[in-house]
C-alpha cells in the first residue's frame, strides 16, 4: 500500500517537514514528511519520542506490587492495566480466570467496564469531537473541548456527564478515581456494598439513553460525508482481539481472534499466554514505539489493528440488545465483510460505549457483585501472562518471578504498539492521498492528526510518558539549511517567519 | 475575554493521571471556564504559552525536550504549580534512577521477550534522555505544590478559585493526601 514512503532512497536531496507534536493525544509523538523538489511526500513517518523502561525497573519489586506500579503507566487508562497485571498475578498464585471467585470476577468486569466508557467517551467528546463537528481544517479556536461546550453545550455536556459517570463506577469499586487499588492475586480487595450499587443504579438509564444519542450522532457525522470517511486514512489490515468462545465481542476475558481484510478467521480462541509463540515486535531505528507482527504472516504482511474496530470487526455479536443493533447497523453501512474505514474507529467506539452502558445495568442488577467470597489461592508458580481488551486493543502483560516473589522478567505490549505500524501507514496515506504537491498549512497539517487520534492512541502507555510540544513547521533543505518556518502562535495564529 | 485568568497545562514526564483527575472536576468545567481562558494544554491545539496567570505542570523532566517545555512555562507563566508526585519529586518514572539508563534500553530494545531486529532506538529525530528522571523544582523554581497521585479533582477545584478569588490557597486537612 503505501510502505515504500517509510523510508525515502535519496533522503539527502529531500526537504524535511516536521509536525511536532502531535495534538490532542495522550502522549509525545511527531511526524516527519520528506518531501522532493515538487512537493511530492516521499517519506513520512509518526516518532515516538520518549522512552520510559518500566520492563526493567519493575523488576526486583514483589509481584504483589505490579497492579499498583503498572496503572502509574497511563492515567488515562490505569484500570486495563491493573487488571491486566492482576490477571497474570493470579496465575502466579496459582489461579486461572475460571477458578476467580464469581464476585471477584464480575466486580473486576465492572470495573473494567466502567474504565472503557470513561476512556471512549473522554477520546471522542474531549479530544476528536471538535474535528468531527467543526472540520478537519477549521481554525484553531474552534478545536477544542471548550468551543464544543459552547456551540454544542448538550453534546459537549453528556460528553462531560459520561465520562463522569464511567469515573464514579471506577471509583465505587477501587476507592478511587485515579489509580485506586481493588484488583489483589486471586481476586479482589472488596465488594460493593448496597449504598455504592444504588448510587450507581440512579443515572444509569440516563447514560444508556445518551449512549445510544451518541451512536446516531456518528453514524450521522459518519454517513453524511461517507466516501469521504469511507476514504480517509484508511488502509486494509488484519484484525486481532480477544472475543469469547461463542464469538461474542469480549473486553475481559477471551481467547485471540485475527481475521484478515477479507474477514477470513486466521487463528482463533488462541490461548494468550502462548502470545510469545505468535506474536514478536520488530525494532525499528527511528522510534521508540515497537512493531509487532504475527509469525505465522512474517513482518512484511503480519501486521495488524486492535481496538475497537478491530472489536467489533472480529466478532460474531456483541451480547447486549442496543449496542448489538448498532453493530448490525454499522457492518450493514458498508456492504464488506471487514470495516476497514480509519474513521470508523470513532463509530465503532460510541457502539462500545453503549455495549458497556448496558453491560454496567447488568452488573449492577446481579446480587454476586456485593458477594463477600472475593480472594482464591492455589498452588504458587513463577509465570504470570494477563491479556485483556483495553479501550484502545489487546493489552499484553507478562511477569516471571524467583522462589522470593520478586520480579525477574516483565514484558508489557501495549494497545497502542500494536496499532504502531497501522497509524504509521495511515499518516502516509493521507500524506500520499491529502497532502502530497499541495502547499502544507496548519490546518492541512491537522489532516495527519486526525488520521492519528482516530486511533485513540495513548502514546503515554506505548513510551510510558505524555507531553506535548510547540508546533512548529520547518523546511530544511538538502544541506540542513532552514528554507520556511511557520510557527503557530497561542492565538492561533500562524506566522512565517521572514527572518529565515 | 480578555479579562479572564490565563492557564496554560503540560504534561512532562507523567501518566496524564493528574490531567485526568483535573478533568475530574466534571460539570465544574462550565463554571470554570466562565473566569478562565486555556492557553496551552492537552485539551486545545494551542501549543506554545504566552502571557499565562498559572501554569500546571505535571510529570517530572525526563529528557531535553522536557526541559525546554518546563522552562517555556516558567518563562511565560506568572504563577507555576508542581502537580502530583512526578512534578514533585520525579515519581513513579524515577524508579529507573537507581538502574543505568543503558540497562533500561537493552531490556526494552534489545534482551526483551519476543524482540525481533534487536537495537537501540538512535535517531537524531529522538530526544536525548537524561540520566535520571528529576523534580521539576531542580530546574526552574515552583511557586505550589499539589501532592497525590494523582492529587483528587477537590484538590485543583479548590486551589484553582482561591487564587482565582484573589485568596492566598490552602488546603484543608482531608484534602491533602500523597497516594
Ligand atoms: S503523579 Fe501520579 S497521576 Fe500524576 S502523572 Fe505522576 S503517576 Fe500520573
Known amino acids: ?500 | 475575554m480578555a479579562n479572564k485568568i490565563r492557564v496554560a497545562t503540560t504534561s512532562l514526564a507523567g501518566c496524564f493521571g493528574c490531567h485526568m483527575s483535573f478533568l475530574d472536576i466534571d460539570e465544574r468545567m462550565l463554571q470554570l471556564v466562565e473566569v478562565v481562558e486555556f492557553d496551552r494544554s492537552p485539551l486545545t491545539d494551542i501549543e506554545h504559552c504566552t502571557n499565562c496567570d498559572i501554569g500546571l505542570i505535571e510529570g517530572g523532566v525526563c529528557n531535553s525536550e522536557n526541559v525546554h517545555v518546563l522552562r517555556e512555562f516558567r518563562n511565560n507563566c506568572k504563577i507555576l504549580v508542581a502537580v502530583g508526585a512526578c512534578a514533585i519529586n520525579g515519581g513513579l518514572p524515577a524508579m529507573r534512577n537507581h538502574i543505568p539508563l543503558e540497562e533500561c534500553l537493552n531490556e526494552a530494545y534489545i534482551n526483551g521477550i519476543g524482540v525481533e531486529n534487536p537495537q537501540i532506538p538512535n535517531d537524531p529525530e529522538l530526544p536525548l534522555l537524561l540520566d535520571k528522571v528529576r523534580p521539576i523544582h531542580e530546574v526552574v523554581k515552583i511557586d505550589y505544590y499539589l501532592p497525590g497521585c494523582p492529587p483528587s479533582a477537590d484538590v485543583f477545584w479548590k486551589f484553582l478559585t482561591d487564587l482565582i478569588e484573589g485568596r492566598e490557597p490552602s488546603l484543608p486537612y482531608e484534602l491533602v493526601h500523597y497516594d
Open chain 1, 1 to 500: 500500500m503505501y510502505e515504500h514512503l517509510e523510508t525515502a532512497e535519496n533522503r539527502d536531496s529531500l526537504r524535511r517537514v516536521v509536525v511536532d507534536p502531535v495534538s490532542r493525544v495522550e502522549g509525545h509523538g511527531k511526524v516527519t514528511l520528506l518531501l522532493d523538489a515538487n512537493n511530492k511526500v516521499q517519506q513520512a513517518r509518526l516518532h515516538i519520542v520518549e522512552f520510559r523502561g518500566f520492563e526493567r525497573f519493575i523488576q526486583g519489586r514483589p509481584y504483589w506490587e505490579l497492579p499498583v506500579l503498572v496503572q502509574r503507566l497511563c492515567g488515562i487508562c490505569p484500570v486495563s492495566h491493573h487488571l491486566a497485571a492482576a490477571k497474570a498475578i493470579d496465575q502466579l498464585v496459582g489461579i486461572d480466570p475460571e477458578n476467580l471467585p464469581v464476585s471477584a470476577d464480575k466486580l473486576r468486569r465492572l470495573l473494567h467496564f466502567g474504565q472503557v466508557l470513561q476512556s471512549h467517551a473522554l477520546s471522542f467528546f474531549h479530544l476528536s469531537s471538535p474535528d468531527l463537528l467543526f472540520g478537519f481544517e477549521s481554525d484553531i479556536s474552534k478545536r477544542s473541548v471548550i468551543a464544543v461546550l459552547a456551540e454544542y453545550p448538550e453534546i459537549g455536556l453528556q460528553g462531560v456527564k459520561l465520562r463522569k459517570y464511567g469515573q464514579e463506577v471506577i471509583r465505587m469499586v477501587s476507592g478511587k478515581r485515579i489509580h485506586g487499588t481493588g484488583a489483589i492475586a486471586g481476586g479482589m480487595n472488596k465488594s460493593l456494598t448496597k449504598a455504592e450499587r444504588d448510587y450507581l443504579l440512579e443515572d444509569i438509564d440516563q447514560m444508556i439513553i445518551w449512549a445510544v444519542g451518541s451512536v446516531a450522532l456518528i453514524k450521522k457525522v459518519h454517513c453524511s460525508n461517507l466516501p469521504y470517511y469511507d476514504d480517509f486514512a484508511t488502509i486494509r489490515t488484519n484484525y486481532l482481539s480477544l472475543t469469547k468462545p461463542d464469538g461474542a465481542l469480549e473486553l475481559y476475558h477471551g481467547g485471540i481472534r485475527v481475521k484478515n481484510e477479507h474477514g477470513e478467521t486466521i487463528m482463533d480462541q488462541v490461548d494468550y499466554c502462548k502470545y510469545n509463540d505468535y506474536i514478536h515486535e520488530e525494532v525499528r531505528s527511528w522510534t521508540y514505539m515497537k512493531f509487532p507482527y504475527l509469525l505465522s504472516l512474517g513482518q512484511e504482511q503480519g501486521w495488524y489493528r486492535v481496538g475497537p474496530l478491530a472489536r467489533v470487526n472480529n466478532c460474531d455479536y456483541i451480547d447486549t440488545p442496543l449496542a448489538e443493533a448498532a453493530r448490525v447497523e454499522f457492518k450493514a453501512h458498508s456492504g464488506e465483510a471487514m470495516v476497514h474505514s480509519t474513521l470508523a474507529y470513532h463509530w465503532t467506539r460510541l457502539i462500545e460505549v453503549l455495549h458497556c452502558a448496558e453491560s454496567i445495568k447488568e452488573l449492577l442488577n446481579d446480587p454476586d457483585i456485593m458477594g463477600h467470597d472475593l480472594v482464591a489461592q492455589g498452588e504458587k508458580r513463577y509465570e504470570g501472562v494477563g491479556v485483556i481488551e483495553a479501550p484502545r486493543g489487546t493489552l499484553f502483560h507478562h511477569y516471571q518471578v524467583d522462589e522470593n516473589d520478586i520480579v525477574t522478567k516483565a514484558n508489557l505490549i501495549v494497545s497502542t504498539t500494536s496499532n504502531n505500524m497501522a497509524m504509521n501507514e495511515s499518516v502516509r496515506q493521507v500524506a500520499a492521498e491529502y497532502l502530497s504537491g499541495r502547499e502544507l498549512t496548519e490546518p492541512l497539517l491537522n489532516n495527519l492528526e486526525v488520521a492519528i487520534r482516530a486511533y485513540d492512541p495513548c502514546l503515554s502507555c506505548a513510551t510510558h510518558a505524555v507531553g506535548k510540544m510547540p508546533l512548529q513547521l520547518e523546511l530544511v533543505d538538502a544541506e540542513g539549511k532552514l528554507i520556511d518556518k511557520l510557527i503557530k502562535h497561542s492565538d492561533g495564529q500562524i506566522e512565517r517567519d521572514n527572518n529565515v
